[in-house]
């Protein structure tokens, strides 16, 4: 299988190398649009602020082509939130493929939300074999509003969406390379699907 990494330099990329090295798969790290476009399977990747993430992708022309992505696509993190129309974070327009935008948490609750946190209301084949209420790992100032695309809720402060899916494309909020067990369940389903 042709697992490829979007390499834009804002990723969480080693872990999520070791991660599929686990599940007997090499992913490699690509910004070449023909190798994303060859590629079975794309992870996007993410970790930083949006703003300065985003201009990466521009001067690189890959925010033009991952929304024509065909196959499936898995954006992590800030991976997901840029894949979203609109992020607070540094007044972003993102790559409007799940239609929802994303906010700051309150001053009210301690920023980042950092460490497990449960998922709920699964709707996916993306979380087969997976329970309600399981734990997976979060790092994260800024959460995606539930859209008509949730497939996966968390609650802090409020109930937002931690994973998404529209058409061929999913994003989770969570980080599943280093959720154990069950983010490797998570990142076995995406590589079946």
């Known amino acids: 299988m042709d697992l490829r990494i979007v390499n834009y330099g804002a990723g969480n990329i080693k872990s999520i190398q070791f991660a599929f090295q686990r599940l007997g798969y090499e992913a490699k790290l690509s910004d070449i649009p023909e190798e994303l476009v060859e590629a079975?399977?794309?992870?996007?990747?993410?970790?930083?602020?949006?703003?300065?993430?985003?201009?990466m992708l521009k001067e690189s022309g890959l925010d033009s082509l991952i929304?024509?992505?065909?196959?499936?696509?898995?954006?992590?993190?800030?991976?997901?939130?840029?894949m979203c129309n609109y992020t607070e974070e540094g007044d972003t327009k993102g790559l409007g493929i799940f239609n929802?935008?994303?906010?700051?948490?309150?001053?009210?609750?301690?920023?980042?939300q950092?460490?497990?946190?449960?998922?709920?209301?699964?709707?996916?084949?993306?979380?087969?074999g997976i329970d309600e209420q399981e734990y997976m790992y979060l790092v994260h100032s800024y959460y995606a509003e539930n859209c008509d695309e949730t497939?996966?809720?968390?609650?802090?402060?409020?109930?937002?969406?931690?994973?998404?899916?529209?058409?061929n494309?999913?994003?989770?909020?969570?980080?599943?390379?280093?959720?154990?067990?069950?983010?490797?369940q998570l990142l076995k389903n995406f590589l079946d699907l």
Not at 119 to 124: A, G, T, V
Request: proline share 5%; charged share 20%; net charge neutral.
């Open 67 to 82: 929304p024509k992505l065909n196959q499936p696509v898995l954006g992590i993190c800030l991976g997901m939130q840029l």
């Open 100 to 112: 929802t935008n994303v906010k700051r948490f309150s001053n009210g609750v301690k920023v980042p």
């Open 40 to 55: 079975d399977k794309v992870i996007f990747p993410g970790v930083g602020e949006a703003s300065s993430a985003m201009k």
């Open 151 to 167: 497939i996966a809720t968390s609650d802090y402060e409020i109930v937002y969406a931690s994973a998404l899916e529209n058409d």
């Open 114 to 128: 950092m460490g497990w946190n449960t998922i709920e209301n699964l709707k996916s084949d993306l979380f087969k």
């Open 169 to 184: 494309f999913f994003g989770v909020q969570f980080h599943p390379e280093k959720s154990g067990k069950v983010g490797e």
